[in-house]
């Protein structure tokens, strides 16, 4: 048997491969390292800035580089805004208002408007977090409730996949079809990403329109408005704070640390907290900071927060030095307490001094007072107690569907090579490829070499080179699977002994160098992958797909370099999730003369289309179905001999065969083997 790697990278003569403790880090290390040299790069330029003008071109670049991606924007169009009831309280009163942030695309929110004083009064807005409740959590209503009584305007509303606006609520659950909103979040931001958007650009642009509202209000004073929230709301303070400039003050809560140390601490957070390629673009914490500089801006941090807070420390310093240089010391605080998670009392107390400094121009340390919150039930909107039910309209899944819809490319199979290689950044090493040898075991008509090869710095792929005794050069298949090259041995042995050489190889990241853990919370693994690895990996601007794709490309490379190889006879086989990848690979590889998948994902377009899926992310590329879909690089190997068999709904289970045909003419229910 092949010995675990994690005891070969023990031995001494493999002293010299990178610092990691076991297979399972392998792809972990290696992202984090290319995280940390593109952050490297970024504060080498951020230190550069010294001027107001310095600071304005910063923005711009911020703002241009967030928003392309996002996809952009939603255009502006009428609010159509109602308030359907008023509750009338000790101090203050609540407006339960509904307005569309896009044609039929529903929010609710509750206004709290001030009974003493006079209007304008100045405003807050306040994005919330994940918390149960949503704008009835307790510790939201104790802001909103307190900065209404101190003569403020604020305005809370339902983020999508919270409260009321549950986007996959299930009548016979009564709750979203998978139970948790960071979920929701990320099984519709894994669709998005298929059409070339973020899910921030609906939660964002929720935001700005939820600012229309409460800028349209005659309450509200303009020039006096202030951003704030804590945990999700605290990622948005930053996002919108970054973006709008009618923000005049920015105190996030529980959110802003760094990307250094987020990778090594609890990893990339749900869909809306990552915008793809942030970290490619050369972006990092600070810059939400820098794009609102040097207006008022408070970090609220807790000092046990699963957000780092040496990474909130390190935020605070470099953009500190920067208002320093723009003379704006006075504008930039940074609160802590020693705490855990959440808007507590001692930061929402700092956060009111600093309203108050700075939005009425007085110094106010009076304490929070006593507050009765509300019930849910009494602060809800609709009827039913959820947009979809009352109200109907549009889902991001709906409006993606949509946008989807209207890409339709008809790629040209002679200039699709090119726009796949540009789409993945692919760009395999060149050379011959290094290999370690480790033994080799004789068998009936076969031998079998266990190796490893490096297809680039850091990554070892552990292989099995099958053999057959038949001398002169003989066909070779490249095999991948999806579960690793020991989930199909007798696969393997079959194809040896019908007279081809193998290569069964590990991609990075599948088989011995999987990486076991996932995002928080036990249904990321399973309905997602290795979600750390793959988000960081779209993050620095180059898929999971781009990475196996090239670990294929350099695997052909070695079976070339083999005497035993008829290099004009070079195959491959995917299998499971290993066949996406090898599909890229075929298209920009001409030396993989035949192919065959087995089980592969049907389409990306049925990802998109259909309302869940499973273990689908780490074959994502972002923006794939602006260029293609899989059935047109299938498509485009043409005249190559293609085999498709098995092919996959996106919950993995396989396609009737018309359908499968439909797509692939040549799709089969069944992979023989050997497949040609």
């Given at each position: 048997?092949?010995?675990?790697?994690?005891?070969?990278?023990?031995?001494?003569?493999?002293?010299?491969?990178?610092?990691?403790?076991?297979?399972?880090?392998?792809?972990?290390?290696?992202?984090?390292?290319?995280?940390?040299?593109?952050?490297?790069?970024?504060?080498?330029?951020?230190?550069?800035?010294?001027?107001?003008?310095?600071?304005?071109?910063?923005?711009?670049?911020?703002?241009?580089?967030?928003?392309?991606?996002?996809?952009?924007?939603?255009?502006?169009?009428?609010?159509?805004?109602?308030?359907?009831?008023?509750?009338?309280?000790?101090?203050?009163?609540?407006?339960?208002?509904?307005?569309?942030?896009?044609?039929?695309?529903?929010?609710?929110?509750?206004?709290?408007?001030?009974?003493?004083?006079?209007?304008?009064?100045?405003?807050?807005?306040?994005?919330?977090?994940?918390?149960?409740?949503?704008?009835?959590?307790?510790?939201?209503?104790?802001?909103?409730?307190?900065?209404?009584?101190?003569?403020?305007?604020?305005?809370?509303?339902?983020?999508?996949?919270?409260?009321?606006?549950?986007?996959?609520?299930?009548?016979?659950?009564?709750?979203?079809?998978?139970?948790?909103?960071?979920?929701?979040?990320?099984?519709?931001?894994?669709?998005?990403?298929?059409?070339?958007?973020?899910?921030?650009?609906?939660?964002?642009?929720?935001?700005?329109?939820?600012?229309?509202?409460?800028?349209?209000?005659?309450?509200?004073?303009?020039?006096?408005?202030?951003?704030?929230?804590?945990?999700?709301?605290?990622?948005?303070?930053?996002?919108?704070?970054?973006?709008?400039?009618?923000?005049?003050?920015?105190?996030?809560?529980?959110?802003?640390?760094?990307?250094?140390?987020?990778?090594?601490?609890?990893?990339?957070?749900?869909?809306?907290?990552?915008?793809?390629?942030?970290?490619?673009?050369?972006?990092?914490?600070?810059?939400?900071?820098?794009?609102?500089?040097?207006?008022?801006?408070?970090?609220?941090?807790?000092?046990?927060?699963?957000?780092?807070?040496?990474?909130?420390?390190?935020?605070y310093a470099e953009v500190r030095r920067v208002y320093s240089a723009l003379g704006a010391d006075d504008k930039i605080g940074?609160?802590?307490?020693?705490?855990?998670?959440?808007?507590?009392?001692?930061?929402?107390?700092?956060?009111?001094?600093?309203?108050?400094?700075?939005?009425?121009?007085?110094?106010?340390?009076?304490?929070?007072?006593?507050?009765?919150?509300?019930?849910?039930?009494?602060?809800?909107?609709?009827?039913?107690?959820?947009?979809?039910?009352?109200?109907?309209?549009?889902?991001?899944?709906?409006?993606?569907?949509?946008?989807?819809?209207?890409?339709?490319?008809?790629?040209?199979?002679?200039?699709?090579?090119?726009?796949?290689?540009?789409?993945?950044?692919?760009?395999?090493?060149?050379?011959?490829?290094?290999?370690?040898?480790?033994?080799?075991?004789?068998?009936?008509?076969?031998?079998?070499?266990?190796?490893?090869?490096?297809?680039?710095?850091?990554?070892?792929?552990?292989?099995?080179?099958?053999?057959?005794?038949?001398?002169?050069?003989?066909?070779?298949?490249?095999?991948?699977?999806?579960?690793?090259?020991?989930?199909?041995?007798?696969?393997?042995?079959?194809?040896?002994?019908?007279?081809?050489?193998?290569?069964?190889?590990?991609?990075?990241?599948?088989?011995?160098?999987?990486?076991?853990?996932?995002?928080?919370?036990?249904?990321?693994?399973?309905?997602?992958?290795?979600?750390?690895?793959?988000?960081?990996?779209?993050?620095?601007?180059?898929?999971?797909?781009?990475?196996?794709?090239?670990?294929?490309?350099?695997?052909?490379?070695?079976?070339?370099?083999?005497?035993?190889?008829?290099?004009?006879?070079?195959?491959?086989?995917?299998?499971?999730?290993?066949?996406?990848?090898?599909?890229?690979?075929?298209?920009?590889?001409?030396?993989?003369?035949?192919?065959?998948?087995?089980?592969?994902?049907?389409?990306?377009?049925?990802?998109?289309?259909?309302?869940?899926?499973?273990?689908?992310?780490?074959?994502?590329?972002?923006?794939?179905?602006?260029?293609?879909?899989?059935?047109?690089?299938?498509?485009?190997?043409?005249?190559?001999?293609?085999?498709?068999?098995?092919?996959?709904?996106?919950?993995?289970?396989?396609?009737?065969?018309?359908?499968?045909?439909?797509?692939?003419?040549?799709?089969?229910?069944?992979?023989?083997?050997?497949?040609?």
């Amino acid at each position: 048997m092949f010995p675990p790697l994690c005891l070969l990278l023990a031995l001494d003569f493999l002293a010299g491969l990178p610092d990691f403790r076991e297979a399972s880090n392998m792809l972990p290390a290696y992202l984090n390292r290319r995280v940390h040299a593109l952050l490297d790069a970024r504060s080498a330029e951020v230190a550069r800035l010294s001027s107001l003008d310095d600071v304005a071109r910063r923005r711009a670049q911020i703002r241009e580089r967030i928003l392309r991606s996002l996809g952009g924007l939603p255009q502006r169009t009428p609010l159509n805004a109602r308030t359907v009831a008023t509750l009338d309280r000790d101090g203050y009163r609540v407006e339960k208002v509904v307005f569309e942030s896009q044609p039929r695309f529903y929010v609710v929110a509750n206004l709290y408007l001030p009974k003493t004083g006079k209007p304008p009064y100045p405003a807050v807005l306040f994005p919330l977090g994940h918390e149960q409740g949503a704008k009835a959590h307790d510790a939201w209503q104790h802001v909103l409730i307190t900065v209404a009584r101190r003569g403020y305007v604020a305005l809370a509303w339902d983020p999508i996949g919270q409260g009321e606006r549950v986007q996959m609520f299930d009548p016979d659950l009564g709750e979203s079809k998978v139970i948790r909103s960071t979920t929701e979040h990320t099984m519709t931001g894994i669709q998005v990403l298929l059409t070339g958007d973020s899910l921030a650009r609906y939660t964002i642009w929720d935001g700005m329109r939820a600012l229309d509202y409460l800028l349209s209000r005659p309450e509200v004073d303009a020039k006096r408005v202030a951003a704030t929230g804590n945990s999700g709301g605290g990622t948005h303070t930053a996002y919108l704070a970054a973006l709008d400039d009618r923000i005049q003050v920015a105190a996030p809560s529980c959110y802003i640390t760094s990307w250094r140390r987020l990778v090594e601490t609890i990893g990339p957070q749900d869909a809306e907290q990552c915008m793809p390629p942030f970290l490619a673009d050369g972006l990092d914490h600070p810059d939400f900071i820098l794009a609102f500089a040097p207006k008022p801006y408070l970090m609220l941090s807790a000092i046990r927060d699963f957000f780092s807070i040496t990474g909130a420390r390190d935020t605070y310093a470099e953009v500190r030095r920067v208002y320093s240089a723009l003379g704006a010391d006075d504008k930039i605080g940074m609160f802590e307490h020693d705490d855990g998670h959440g808007y507590s009392k001692p930061r929402r107390e700092a956060a009111y001094r600093f309203l108050s400094r700075w939005l009425k121009g007085v110094e106010d340390d009076t304490p929070e007072g006593p507050v009765t919150p509300d019930s849910e039930t009494a602060l809800q909107v609709t009827a039913t107690g959820q947009v979809s039910t009352s109200l109907g309209g549009e889902t991001v899944h709906s409006l993606n569907v949509q946008r989807a819809n209207g890409l339709r490319p008809r790629p040209n199979p002679r200039e699709l090579p090119g726009r796949v290689r540009s789409l993945l950044g692919f760009e395999p090493q060149r050379g011959p490829v290094p290999v370690r040898p480790f033994g080799v075991e004789r068998h009936t008509g076969y031998r079998m070499e266990k190796l490893l090869y490096e297809p680039e710095p850091g990554i070892f792929i552990p292989s099995l080179l099958y053999l057959p005794e038949a001398a002169g050069r003989s066909p070779a298949v490249l095999y991948v699977h999806g579960r690793g090259k020991s989930a199909d041995a007798a696969g393997a042995e079959s194809l040896v002994k019908a007279g081809y050489v193998v290569l069964a190889a590990d991609l990075r990241g599948m088989g011995e160098t999987r990486h076991s853990t996932g995002a928080s919370g036990s249904d990321f693994p399973r309905l997602f992958g290795d979600y750390h690895s793959a988000m960081k990996a779209l993050l620095i601007g180059k898929p999971l797909v781009a990475m196996r794709a090239e670990d294929i490309a350099r695997g052909v490379d070695l079976l070339a370099a083999r005497p035993e190889v008829d290099p004009e006879r070079i195959y491959g086989l995917g299998r499971e999730s290993a066949a996406v990848p090898l599909l890229h690979a075929a298209v920009l590889d001409p030396r993989l003369k035949k192919l065959a998948f087995d089980g592969m994902l049907g389409s990306y377009q049925s990802v998109v289309t259909g309302r869940l899926h499973r273990n689908i992310f780490e074959n994502v590329v972002q923006g794939a179905l602006k260029a293609y879909d899989l059935p047109d690089l299938a498509a485009a190997l043409a005249p190559r001999q293609v085999v498709v068999a098995n092919a996959a709904d996106p919950l993995g289970r396989a396609l009737p065969l018309a359908e499968s045909q439909r797509r692939y003419p040549a799709a089969t229910d069944r992979l023989t083997m050997p497949p040609w």
